[in-house]
Nanobody, 124 residues
Framework: QVHLVESGGGSVQAGGSLRLSCAASGGTVSRLGMGWFRQAPGKEREFVAA????????YNVDAVKGRFTISRDTAKNTVDLQMDSLEPEDTAVYYCAADVLGPGSEKPSLYDYWGQGTQVTVSE
């Protein structure tokens, strides 16, 4: 059983940066496909970025436009999401998800484990 805990959310003004971290227990991030998703009020959950167990990365290019970077820290057993040039449209609850030996998919249904989420609020 993999347990995921997100941290690093908060409130920031437009143009600012935040770094989200997803700490995994019960599994090693180097053997997990991990993704970041977000959900804004009244909207469906949206894929943001993912990293396969192999290390291959994938982004929702339309949503993040080169502003976000996903990375993996095997020493800390975390997967981080660096978010720069934040926009009010990035306001959402951000969720971390994992799938053992997963390909880092953009499809939420392919992930077996989810964190509780962390709120990101970007003001004008």
């Amino acid at each position: 059983q993999v347990h995921l805990v997100e941290s690093g959310g908060g409130s920031v003004q437009a143009g600012g940066s935040l770094r989200l971290s997803c700490a995994a227990s019960g599994g090693t991030v180097s053997r997990l496909g991990m993704g970041w998703f977000r959900q804004a009020p009244g909207k469906e959950r949206e894929f943001v970025a993912a990293i396969a167990w192999s290390g291959r990365k994938k982004y929702n290019v339309d949503a993040v436009k080169g502003r976000f970077t996903i990375s993996r820290d095997t020493a800390k057993n975390t997967v981080d999401l660096q978010m720069d040039s934040l926009e009010p449209e990035d306001t959402a609850v951000y969720y971390c998800a994992a799938d053992v030996l997963g390909p880092g998919s953009e499809k939420p249904s392919l992930y077996d484990y989810w964190g509780q989420g962390t709120q990101v609020t970007v003001s004008e």
